[in-house]
């Protein structure tokens, strides 16, 4: 049997648990210290790499890969046509909202895989119905 997966990790909770400096770190710390099953996506991959490498330099941004690939019990989800026609819809139907591609997409596979809780900054993440962990701490 599969393991439920508990939470979808979006990329501002991966900056928040390796940057000292953003106001969220102790809680990130915590929950990545022993985290339960987790999945994100190679949106969300590439987009944290991203702000690595504009941020800091591209020695971070390898060291952000690097975490990414050691990080256990991560399920990396990829991203094909299927859920990016669900994003699509997605965008459309929160076009009042500034959500990004890799914010639809999470939100699609949130939906997807019945997965109620987000490990986010970004309150749009929990305009379809998912709890933000960080609302519960």
């Known amino acids: 049997m599969a393991t439920r997966l508990e ?3 979006d990329t501002s ?14 809680l990130f710390r915590r929950l990545f210290s022993a985290p339960p099953a987790i999945v994100t996506t190679t949106l969300v991959v590439a987009e944290g790499h991203a702000w690595f490498l504009r941020r800091y330099d591209r020695a971070r941004a390898l ?11 991560l399920d990396l989800a990829p991203v094909g046509a299927a859920e990016q ?5 997605l965008l459309r139907r929160y076009s009042d909202q500034d959500l990004t591609m ?36």
């Open 7 to 9: 939470a979808y990790v």
């Open 13 to 26: 909770a991966f900056i928040a648990f390796v940057d000292r400096s953003d106001t969220h770190h102790p």
């Open 63 to 73: 060291q952000f890969l690097a975490m990414i690939e050691d990080m256990t019990p």
């Open 85 to 89: 026609a669900g994003a699509a819809r």
């Open 102 to 137: 890799t914010d639809a997409v999470g939100l699609h596979l949130m939906r997807e895989r019945r997965i109620k809780r987000c490990w986010s900054t970004d309150f749009h993440l929990g305009i379809a119905g998912a709890s933000l962990v960080i609302d519960e701490h």
